[in-house]
C-alpha cells in the first residue's frame, strides 16, 4: 500500500494551492482517507477526511470555509484545496488511509500514510 501526497510548494498568503493523494496497493480497501498537517514542535493535526468513494467529507472546524476535500475520480486522487492561505498554514501535509468507518480524527485510527509535501506560506 502507497499513499503519495503531492502539490504542496511556496506561495503567498492569500494565495491556493491543492493537494493530491494517491492511493494504491492491489489489495487495499480504505474507507476513508484523511489529511493532517505538523509543523515544527507539533503533533499531527486532523484537517479533513473524506470517504474513498468521494462519500461524506468533513473538514475540521479551523479550516471550514477556507479547506475542502474532495475526490478526483478522473486521477483516482484525494485532493484538499487550500485557499486564503495563511503563514500559519505553513506545515507538511500528509495523507493517510483508514479501514475504520465513521470520521477518525486521531492520527492514531490511521495505518497507512504517505511521506508527506510540505506547504510553505509567506507574509
Known amino acids: 500500500v502507497q499513499l503519495q501526497a503531492s502539490g504542496g510548494g511556496l506561495v503567498q498568503a492569500g494565495g491556493s494551492l491543492r493537494l493530491s493523494c494517491a492511493v494504491s496497493?492491489?489489495?487495499?480497501?480504505?474507507?476513508?482517507i484523511g489529511w493532517f498537517r505538523r509543523t515544527l514542535g507539533k503533533e499531527r493535526e486532523f484537517v479533513a477526511s473524506?470517504?474513498?468513494?468521494?462519500?461524506?467529507?468533513y473538514t475540521a472546524v479551523s479550516w471550514t470555509g477556507r479547506f475542502t476535500i474532495s475526490r478526483d475520480n478522473a486521477k483516482n486522487t484525494i485532493d484538499l484545496q487550500m485557499n486564503s492561505l495563511r503563514p500559519e498554514d505553513t506545515a507538511t501535509y500528509y495523507c493517510?488511509?483508514?479501514?475504520?468507518?465513521?470520521?477518525?480524527?486521531?492520527?492514531?485510527?490511521?495505518?497507512?500514510w504517505g511521506q508527506g509535501t510540505q506547504v510553505t506560506v509567506s507574509s
Open positions: 473524506i470517504g474513498w468513494s468521494g462519500d461524506s467529507p
Open positions: 496497493g492491489a489489495t487495499f480497501r480504505a474507507e476513508r
Open positions: 493517510a488511509a483508514t479501514r475504520l468507518i465513521g470520521r477518525p480524527q486521531n492520527s492514531n485510527d490511521y495505518f497507512y
